[in-house]
């Protein structure tokens, strides 16, 4: 370090997964300005501008001081030209024009809208923007054609819409816990997902469920479904079977990132908890852009998304390390481990490539160590 610098240079690695990224940070200030460009660029599908400004927001959410000036930027890693020249307008002016404009721009605002819909993508979202939609509201007039997921999307709008807390995830814990035990005793129930990582809220709930004795585990979610549903606990469900076993280019086939694992996307009826009916209801018909089922007063129950994902005991710590995220982390090392490592990482398995084999892992803290990386706990992995 030179001797008479005043701020201490900050030595940031340039992969988010070498970096600790704690839950609260110091820069929301920029880092959201950062982020609502990145999602707009999700919703025009461009993806290299999405991750560009990602990994710059990422940047300065493992800073551990607020940015005050454009030196405190000096050498840091994936501040790219147009990044900086928005956190530059934001140091100057307060605010950035361009993410002001698009922040009130009627396209993102309608884009937003529609793809928060539960099981409404990008694409979809667009063609409905193009066709003059701009809430879900629209969708009912315009009689448009639904899937199944959509309809309990629009439905449960506003339950969907209402972050999930980390009380109301412990409780549908328990339940989950009681429908895997009572199906299959001796498996094991991970939480995974943000609030693995310590998030106080969430959009859903991400379960990993797994058995000791390996195959044990096959097959099982139609049971816990079957569980779940007799006991009136389900609004919606459709699971996908293991395609991992069956697909012909092999596993961890490298530019995929969705896993193959027997999953079942569903939406929980959660009893409210007494102390919340109360004080919660009155938010539900406080004018939040509605759902179709307006939900009344002193109304017991809400509904939750709930992600349950079941994996064999040999691929249960990549499994975890997969299903913990953040997703800019997860992105992170499996480029880290095919740029750096020469090495392919999926949900399922990691191989490397110079020595043609797969490495096995017992643990999250295992393949940090195949990867040549410094353990990062989930609590830091808020990339
Ligand atoms: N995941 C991923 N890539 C996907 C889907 C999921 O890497 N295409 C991983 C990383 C996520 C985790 O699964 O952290 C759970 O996905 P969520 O969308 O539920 O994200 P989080 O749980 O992190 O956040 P939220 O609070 O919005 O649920
Ligand atoms: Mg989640």
Known sequence: PKPFETTPAVKMKS????????????NSFLTDALEILAQNAE?????GRSVAF???ASVLKALPHVVRSMGDLKDLPCLGEHSLRVIKEILE???????????????????????????????????????????PLDLIPTGQKLNHAQQAGVKYYNDLNTPVTKKEAMVISDIVEKAVKAVLPGAIITLTGGFRRGKELGHDVD????????????????????????????LYQKTTRNSYLESKDGPARPASNMDRFERCFSIFKLEQLESDTHTETSSYNSGRAAG?????????WRAVRVDLVVSPYSQFAFATLGWTGSKLFERELRRWAGQEKGM??????????????????????????????EYIPPSERNA
């Open 54 to 56: 990602r990994r710059s």
């Open 207 to 234: 379960f990993l469920i797994t058995h000791p004795e390996e195959g044990a585990e096959e097959r099982l979610m139609p049971k816990i479904v079957n569980w779940l549903d007799n006991q009136g606990l389900l």
């Open 15 to 26: 992969y988010a997964c070498q970096r600790r990224t704690p839950l609260k940070h110091h």
């Open 93 to 135: 002016d307060g605010t950035s024009s361009e993410v002001e404009s698009t922040r009130q721009s009627e396209q993102f605002q309608a884009m937003k809208a529609l793809t928060d819909v539960f099981g409404v993508g990008v694409r979809t979202a667009d063609r409905w923007f193009r066709e003059g939609l701009r809430s």
């Open 344 to 373: 392919s990482l999926s949900s399922h398995a990691l191989y490397d490539s110079k020595q043609q084999r797969y490495l096995r892992a017992n643990s999250e803290e295992e393949i940090f160590a195949h990867l040549g990386l």
């Open 43 to 47: 919703f025009s599908e461009n993806e």
């Open 292 to 300: 179709t089922e307006e939900r009344h007063a002193g109304s017991t």
